[in-house]
């Protein structure tokens, strides 16, 4: 009777390291853009586009593209990343603030992104840089203002 409950608790020890380390690796990291192009491995990274390296192929749908820390405060000097994306460009490509990228390096030192996810300024942002709140919007609404 011991037995079998060494062997069941063996059994379900075993199924739980496997299922941690199924889990494990299909969760992919964040990291930094240093970070993604040292390693050879699926990660997420962010980055502001460069738009004056943006070139798209609409015969193979190839979005090329360069990006760079989006942390950074030198925008000129800041050492750039190459991207590819094959796919369909987001409408909103052009309008980005920064792009969130998941992928892995290639061969040639390229980033290849199987998805991409386009960081827009919201377009719930007033003129000047503010957000509306909308519980000031129908204090006012209500105030008549």
Known sequence: MKAK????????????????????????QYVSLNEAFAGNRTVQVMGKIDFAKVNYNDVDTRLEFAVFDADTKDTINAKRFPVVYYGVVPGNFDQAKSVVLKGKPGDDGVFVADQMLVKCPSKYQGEGG???????????????V
């Open 5 to 28: 409950y060494i062997i069941g608790g063996i059994i379900i020890v075993v199924f739980l390291i496997w299922g941690t380390s199924a889990f494990l690796k299909t969760t992919i």
């Open 130 to 144: 503010e957000y509306q709140d909308i519980k000031n919007d129908k204090a006012d609404a209500d105030a008549g």
